[in-house]
């Protein structure tokens, strides 16, 4: 996506969607690229948006992200699961599970 989609185009998405807030410098969102790349080729029917964030950005802000990466898990525009700077596959398979 060329440009960050507001507030309300996140909540009118229909369907299930992981949205991943982080920075393309930072250092723990590089470390943990190739888990959540994992994860999301499992799950190839999720959309999945990658948001560049940082200062300023307004749709991070809405979601409450203080850390990145942040994984939130939408089902229809609503959240169902976050993950915060993931460690282990087990706990995005814990979130997917949340979208059934």
Same mark, same amino acid.
């Given at each position: 996506?060329?440009?960050e989609p507001?507030r309300?185009?996140?909540d009118e +998405?229909?369907g299930?969607?992981v949205l991943e807030? *982080?920075?393309? $410098?930072c250092p723990?969102c590089?470390?943990?690229r190739? +888990?959540? @790349?994992? !994860? +999301?080729?499992?799950h190839?029917?999720v959309?999945?948006? $990658?948001?560049e964030?940082?200062? *300023?950005?307004?749709? *991070?802000?809405s979601?409450?992200?203080?850390?990145w990466?942040?994984? /939130?898990f939408?089902? @229809?525009?609503?959240?169902l699961?976050?993950v /915060?700077?993931p460690?282990? !596959?087990?706990e995005?398979?814990?979130?997917?599970?949340?979208l059934?």
């Open positions: 996506m060329l440009t507001t309300s185009e996140i +998405l229909r299930r969607t807030f *982080g920075a393309s $410098w723990i590089q470390h943990a190739p +888990l959540i @790349d994992r !994860a +999301l080729a499992e190839p029917s959309r999945h948006l $990658w948001i964030d940082g200062k *300023g950005k307004p749709l *991070g802000r979601f409450r992200v203080k850390l990466p942040t994984l /939130v939408l089902q @229809d525009g609503r959240e699961a976050r /915060v700077r460690r282990e !596959a087990s995005l398979s814990a979130a997917f599970e949340h059934g």
